[in-house]
């Protein structure tokens, strides 16, 4: 008789989304009539650009006649996206990536999932708390954190990085080494960021002792500030001890169309000098059969003049969005950061309330939903996370309602 994958019955309780979805739909149930708004999920709500939509028209074109189709996609994606990556997000950034070191996927979250494959199953990881959740369940479901426990909600085997107010967000050197140090900046949920002298101690650290950073870049597109860096390759040593992964979801608003990235350079090797480059493109070459010629031909178009003015003037309108919930949380008197460099705003659950004592009170008096930060790890409780996302005019309405509560 089979038996399955033991590392999943370690699994905590059901994932955080499912969670939020089951809640609001049982209110919706009860309360047909109450019109609903979320700022929950981050998932974008404008349309993709016009620029975009037309180098997909034309691709689909395309795959129409005979000399123009395309089958499968090469294996790390094709030239013209990977260039175009190279140099607009490395290049233009004064880092020095080659194309050979890029490889072209379906989004952050499979990449982000997948990267621990190619390390041992005894390498410890680190890990920010409150955290997106994807690093620290795939690596439980690799068998590689260790025992769960329900009371403090921790791994036994994995490092966590507290990220309160107190540090302001950001996470601070472990005492215990790491193998893998998990990295997000700008960060969800917290929308924090870390400037580039803060950045260059990771790299540092990381070079010194033989670990290997995951920078997840998802959010770069949303940095505002000067000193904040949009790639770890902006610091020098990165590419002997960083894999950078980064997403069209959120920069051009790909979430239904899927395209992103992972960079593992070709200075990247273990203690043993083996090379992690050869071995992701092993693994991708053998697990993974290209993103779709059609979408990165869109990912192309995201950095088309036309394209790079159009998603710009998307992520202003959802920053303007950003700037009117954290205005109108401080008005109403909640304790609030992020927000600026992020599409993410996370608040202090107000009265000593729990994250979700928050969130039902949120539901039931403003009929808004939001994230319990609680959701993302311990370091997360009493923290709710509002996103950007929405529209303006359901954004402007949610804080009415909470500005009325
Ligand atoms: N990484 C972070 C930090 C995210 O917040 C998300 C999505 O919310 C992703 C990765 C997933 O990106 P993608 O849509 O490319 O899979």
Same mark, same amino acid.
């Given at each position: 008789m089979f038996k399955i994958n033991e590392n999943y019955l370690k699994l905590p309780g059901s994932y955080l989304f499912s969670t939020i979805g089951k809640k609001v739909n049982a209110y919706k149930e009860a309360n047909p009539d109450k019109e609903?708004?979320?700022?929950?999920?981050?998932?974008?709500?404008?349309?993709?650009?016009?620029?975009?939509?037309?180098?997909?028209?034309?691709a689909v074109d395309e795959m129409a006649a005979r000399e123009t189709f395309h089958g499968y996609a090469p294996d790390l994606g094709y030239e013209f996206l990977r260039s175009a990556i190279a140099k607009n997000d490395y290049?233009?950034?004064?880092?020095?990536?080659?194309?050979?070191?890029?490889?072209?996927?379906?989004?952050?979250?499979?990449?982000?999932?997948?990267?621990?494959?190619?390390?041992?199953?005894?390498?410890?990881?680190?890990?920010?708390?409150?955290?997106?959740?994807? /690093?620290?369940?795939?690596?439980?479901?690799? *068998?590689?954190?260790?025992?769960?426990?329900?009371?403090?909600?921790?791994?036994?085997?994995?490092?966590?990085?507290?990220?309160?107010?107190?540090? *302001?967000?950001?996470?601070?050197?472990?005492?215990?080494?790491?193998?893998?140090? /998990?990295?997000?900046?700008?960060?969800?949920?917290?929308?924090?960021?870390?400037?580039?002298?803060?950045?260059?101690?990771?790299?540092d650290y990381a070079n010194k002792t033989g670990a290997v950073i995951i920078y997840d870049a998802a959010y770069e597109a949303y940095i505002s500030e000067e000193d904040v860096p949009h790639t770890i390759y902006e610091c020098e040593g990165a590419k002997t001890c960083a894999i950078e992964l980064n997403s069209f979801s959120k920069n051009a608003g790909f979430t239904g169309t899927r395209l992103g990235y992972a960079v593992v350079p070709k200075a990247l090797k273990d203690s043993d000098g083996n090379s992690l480059n050869a071995l992701w493109a092993r693994r991708h070459g053998t697990k993974f059969n290209g993103a779709p010629y059609i979408i990165q031909r869109a990912g192309e178009a995201v950095y088309s003049e036309e394209g790079k003015k159009q998603t710009k003037e998307q992520i202003a309108y959802y920053m303007n969005n950003a700037g009117i919930i954290k205005e109108g949380l401080k008005e109403a008197g909640f304790t609030v950061s992020g927000g600026v460099n992020a599409p993410y705003i996370w608040l202090t659950a107000p009265d000593g309330m729990t994250s979700w004592e928050f969130f039902d009170y949120l539901l039931a008096n403003a009929n808004v939903v939001g994230t319990p930060g609680s959701g993302f790890g311990p370091s997360g409780e009493g923290y709710f996370r509002l996103t950007a996302f929405g529209t303006y005019e359901n954004t402007i309405e949610a804080l009415k309602r909470i500005k009325e509560l």
């Open positions: 609903i708004i979320s700022l929950g999920i981050g998932d974008v709500t404008q349309p993709l650009a016009p620029a975009i939509i037309d180098s997909l028209h034309k290049a233009a950034r004064g880092a020095d990536i080659a194309i050979d070191e890029i490889f072209v996927s379906d989004g952050a979250k499979c990449d982000s999932g997948n990267i621990q494959e190619i390390f041992s199953i005894n390498n410890k990881i680190a890990v920010c708390d409150p955290v997106y959740p994807v /690093y620290v369940d795939t690596n439980a479901m690799a *068998g590689r954190t260790g025992i769960y426990n329900k009371e403090t909600e921790l791994w036994s085997d994995v490092i966590y990085m507290p990220c309160k107010a107190e540090n *302001g967000f950001a996470p601070e050197l472990p005492e215990e080494t790491p193998d893998i140090i /998990y990295l997000c900046f700008p960060n969800n949920p917290t929308g924090a960021t870390i400037k580039k002298p803060q950045l260059q101690e990771w790299v």
